[in-house]
């Protein structure tokens, strides 16, 4: 098992005579993910590497019964609709891209998904993948590899940052979910993992956290309230921050003495998290609680 | 958005506000006041707030007054900012200061109002220590918010009977600016009672969501811009979120998303560096992006060393790789840029950086990438840079 993506899962893209959407076809079609279609409106009937394009996701829908997930790739005007679209035609599981969707849409989106039970991460997320067997996304397959750690962040570089240092560590994962680096996310860090609690690939999860907001602390709290059964590890991006210093992440500000990276590495602690001062920590971390699976190293590392 | 602008839309919400005129010479303070009437209060209008702690909020009994006061206020400086502008304004007899505004509470992850019976102060500061006087209530965002909702919510701030209807018309109309203008925070502080109990907003505050700027082309979106430093404004300009840190920091630090960059920041540190900016690549990455990203980092005062820490996710490592090669063949440069780099198109990528010599992380990790960088400015500088 992973979580949300699987071989099985059978993609939509919205959006995908774009720029972006073409290119992430290609991309995603070599990484074997299952692309049965394709959205835009006014461009149904063409093709798009092989993949059937449509005006209308009913449409796509009618045409392919089995599609199970949307990946959103249309620019922020658009983003909105297409969610919509998405969720109200009852597809589980819409991932959306786009970054700078205005924050009044996504709170729409959210609570529609919410309505429907749909699943809904992002936006400006690089989505989800399960190593060697699904992505919907935009995330470079190859630096992640498959194996049993459980990846949860805001950040998409730091997703990719510390998934392929794992992989480069012989330790590979489960399912990496970017969840957005937003003030309002679909899925959020709690649900996130909720969903690894229950899966059965999954031994442990890296919560990826950064300064600003109360991701963490609700993440703590969870991990308390619920006797988590998995263990916890986190590393927190920018301890050594300036005060007071925007670093672009909207919410990556500390007031106050608020969202400091200390209060949140204090507070996970007590929770029984593992946390790591440093990126390196946290691979050795993992490595020397023995969770590497050295046969997942990608050949091409010589 | 300043203070006259907010309250201008306030009031085409039915959100009543003083009587006022704005000056930009002294002659025009003194006819405003001459128009209103009465005692005025002038008060700069800048983006920063503490305006009353800065000294640019005055009181004038008389025309001639306020002529003499808006020769003072402007042109003075204000955190960086220049007063070009004033808001003249009726004085109001004040008998009851409160506080209402509408912000995103991240961890409900919906918008929520909140109200405080007093007002006029640092509203932080209040529910910090009395958390028991503020009132709270989330906003659904699916479903349109109703007068009686608006009712119910005043009535909690202690209103009640006639006084009570026009509160409630107040929160309705600051409910419908909120979600009509994308704002991420509304705020009326000090909403007033006047000793003729009516009930006025004294002050606006209007935070409009950047990502919805398409949506509202007539806000004054270009006056941002203003108060930066030039390399922020070049920065902004190219669409790169950038931050200068330390005035002693000699490492530029160019990172594929924020987190990253926070992250590359902390590992500077670990090694002994100072870290003397930040630039954020985000999505979308031309050639000419980032080569302006790499020229914009380059420039920064103090710079002895680069790091960039790149992903090709829905960015292409080739691409970006001719961009900053582009810059080494149009500049001169002559300190060390380690570029640590991976994702789609990367065996490229490397390639290119490679044919010109830039050291260059594969499969290593953000520290290895810090440990050479600072090890290449130490080498270089030969013992100058003092290393904390």
Same mark, same amino acid.
């Given at each position: 098992m992973s979580v949300l993506v699987d071989e099985n899962t059978k993609v939509v893209i919205q959006g995908i005579t774009g720029k972006h959407g073409s290119h992430h076809t290609k991309l995603m079609l070599e990484y074997n993910a299952k692309v049965l279609a394709g959205v835009t409106p006014g461009k149904g009937g063409s093709e798009v590497y092989g993949v059937p394009v449509y005006d209308t996701v009913k449409e796509a829908l009618e045409q392919h019964p089995d599609i199970n997930a949307s990946l959103i790739m249309v620019p922020p005007p658009g983003v909105l609709s297409a969610a919509e679209e998405a969720i109200e035609n009852g597809i589980p599981l819409v991932v959306i891209v786009t970054e700078h969707v205005p924050v009044h849409d996504t709170l729409k989106i959210k609570w529609l998904a919410k309505e429907y039970g749909t699943i809904v991460i992002g936006p400006n997320t690089i989505g989800i993948i399960s190593p060697g067997k699904s992505k919907v996304g935009i995330m470079p397959g190859y630096i992640y590899s498959q194996g049993n750690i459980g990846v949860i962040s805001r950040s998409g570089t730091m997703t990719h940052e510390i998934s392929s240092n794992l992989t480069y560590n012989g330790i590979g994962q489960s399912t990496c979910i970017g969840i957005g680096g937003d003030p309002v996310n679909g899925l959020t860090a709690v649900e996130a993992l909720e969903l690894f609690k229950d899966d059965d690939e999954t031994k442990a999860i890296v919560l990826i956290g950064e300064i600003g907001g109360s991701n963490e602390e609700l993440v703590a709290e969870y991990i308390e309230k619920t006797n988590y059964p998995k263990q916890v590890y986190a590393f927190i991006g920018g301890q050594l921050a300036p005060q007071g210093k925007r670093m672009g992440h909207a919410g990556a500000i500390v007031q106050k003495g608020k969202g400091t990276a200390a209060s949140k590495m204090e507070r996970l602690k007590k929770a029984g998290v593992k946390v790591a001062k440093t990126m390196d920590e946290l691979v050795n971390m993992i490595k020397t609680d023995g969770y590497g699976n050295v046969e997942t190293i990608q050949k091409h590392i010589s | 958005m300043y203070e006259i602008e907010g309250k201008a839309i306030f009031k085409s919400y039915g959100i009543p506000i003083p009587r006022g005129e704005k000056a930009t010479t002294p002659e025009e303070a003194k006819e405003a006041a001459e128009k209103i009437g009465s005692e005025v209060v002038l008060k700069a209008q800048i983006s920063s707030g503490g305006r009353g702690k800065a000294g640019v909020v005055k009181f004038a009994k008389t025309p001639d007054e306020a002529k003499a006061l808006a020769e003072q206020l402007l042109g003075k400086e204000v955190k960086g900012e220049t007063v070009k502008l004033l808001l003249v304004e009726e004085k109001i007899n004040i008998a009851k200061e409160l506080y209402l505004g509408i912000t995103l509470d991240p961890e409900l992850q919906k918008p929520v109002i909140i109200g405080c019976a =007093?007002?006029?102060?640092?509203i932080e500061e209040v529910a910090e220590k009395?958390? =028991?006087?503020i009132v709270k209530q989330p906003l659904e965002v699916l479903k349109p918010f109703k007068i009686h909702q608006a009712n119910d919510f005043m009535r909690q701030l202690g209103f009640h009977g006639k006084q009570l209807v026009q509160a409630g018309k107040i929160l309705y109309g600051l409910v419908r600016v909120y979600f009509d203008y994308d704002a991420t925070t509304v705020e009326i502080n000090p909403l007033v009672i006047t000793g003729d109990n009516e009930i006025i907003a004294a002050d606006s505050k209007l935070v409009v969501d950047d990502s919805s700027s398409y949506r509202h082309p007539d806000l004054p979106w270009e006056r941002l811009n203003e108060n930066l430093k030039p390399l922020e404004k070049e920065a902004k300009e190219a669409g790169f979120p950038f931050v200068l840190l330390e005035n002693n920091g000699y490492i530029g630090i160019i990172g594929g998303g924020a987190g990253v960059g926070l992250a590359t920041m902390d590992t500077i540190y670990h090694h002994g560096g100072i870290p003397a900016n930040f630039l954020d690549t985000g999505g979308g990455v031309t050639r000419e992006r980032m080569a302006k990203a790499l020229e914009v980092v380059l420039k920064?005062?103090?710079?002895?060393g680069v790091i960039a820490n790149l992903f090709g996710g829905i960015n292409n490592c080739a691409i970006m790789a001719q961009g900053i090669v582009d810059v080494l063949e149009k500049h001169k440069v002559d300190i060390p840029i380690v570029v640590k780099m991976r994702g789609h198109h990367q065996e490229e990528g490397w390639k290119l950086l490679e044919k010109y010599n830039v050291p260059l992380i594969k499969y290593g990790s953000t520290d290895e990438a810090a440990e050479l960088l600072m090890k290449l400015v130490r080498e270089r500088s030969a013992g100058n840079v003092s290393v904390g």
């Open positions: - | =007093e007002g006029g102060m640092d009395h958390p =028991e006087k920064t005062p103090g710079v002895k």
